[in-house]
């Protein structure tokens, strides 16, 4: 299983950016899929998730109303997209899955500027 994800970058506080998650060595609309962020000298911690069908979206309420998870399951990719972005944000996004255990794909940097 292979998890990739991009669109990170520097954007200044009030921004936006959209995250991108692509999925391979797995059958992708089988699986929920969930984005992760670690902050220097923090936990990681749970940001957002989204059903296998994306029905069902869920969210921290530290993002609620900010990001909005989505899934294309004919690409084989999660989004995550972000406004209204604050400094607190900055932190290695990741995605990632659970498939007999907890996959992660290589994460993404955001660097949100006051």
């Known amino acids: 299983v292979l998890l990739q994800a991009f669109g990170g970058g520097l954007v200044q506080a009030g921004g936006s950016l959209r995250l991108s998650c692509a999925a391979s060595?797995?059958?992708?609309?089988?699986?929920?899929m969930a984005w992760y962020r670690q902050a220097p000298g923090n936990q990681r911690e749970w940001v957002a998730g989204i059903s296998a069908g994306g029905s069902t979206t869920n969210y921290a309420d530290s993002v609620k109303g900010r990001f909005t998870i989505s899934r294309d399951n004919a690409k084989n990719t999660v989004y995550l997209q972000m406004i209204s972005l604050k400094s607190e944000d900055t932190a290695v996004y990741y995605c990632?899955?659970?498939?007999?255990?907890?996959?992660w794909g290589k994460g993404t940097q955001v660097t949100v500027s006051s």
């Open positions: 990632s899955t659970f498939v007999r255990a907890r996959i």
């Open positions: 060595g797995i059958i992708f609309s089988n699986y929920g």
